[in-house]
């Protein structure tokens, strides 16, 4: 949890390309947001780890809309990619955010699980609004992280064999 709007998501964005430089295998999503000057809200974009495509997750409902513009399709779309690279192995999972539809029990989640079973450290972005849900969903499980870049990394470094610390980073 970070406390600027879109500071998590360059903070997880940042962490993702670190790590894929000194070679782990991060799966998962990470999201762009791009602002839209005198159009509304940003264009919100998840790119899929390790090389996957990016999706436009957000759909333009015009500058007066209030509502949830997540769409529901292109999530589960980037659900289904994130769950088949997971299969192929990761030393980490990567989520942008534990969101309303996680909270709702869809999502994320069963991709989240089954890397937990697989024993692959999750990282998962956080806001205020779904922390409840995320605090039942992990029971006990989680831990909070300072949303700093290297405290992420040391976290991580945490779960890495000893030759895998020691790499240039």
Same mark, same amino acid.
């Given at each position: ?52 495509? +990016? ?23 980037? +659900? ?30 069963? +991709? ?58």
């Amino acid at each position: 949890m970070a406390p600027g709007r879109g500071d998590t998501d360059l903070t997880l964005e940042q962490l993702a390309a670190e790590l894929a430089s000194r070679g782990l295998r991060c799966c998962g999503t990470v999201q762009i947001n791009t602002k839209r000057p005198g159009a509304g809200p940003c264009d919100m974009d998840v790119r899929v780890l390790p090389d996957g495509p +990016v999706l436009r997750i957000s759909q333009n409902l015009g500058p007066s809309a209030r509502g949830c513009r997540l769409d529901p399709a292109a999530l589960e779309t980037a +659900v289904g990619l994130v769950e088949a690279s997971l299969s192929l192995g990761a030393d980490l999972l990567i989520i942008n955010k534990f969101g309303k539809h996680e909270a709702a029990g869809r999502g994320f989640r069963d +991709v989240i699980a089954q890397a937990v079973a697989m024993g692959v450290p999750v990282l998962v972005g956080l806001n205020t609004l779904n922390r409840e849900a995320f605090e039942s969903f992990a029971d006990g499980m989680a831990i909070q992280l300072p949303p700093e870049c290297a405290a992420l990394q040391d976290w991580v470094g945490d779960f890495l064999p000893a030759a895998e610390r020691t790499m240039p980073g």
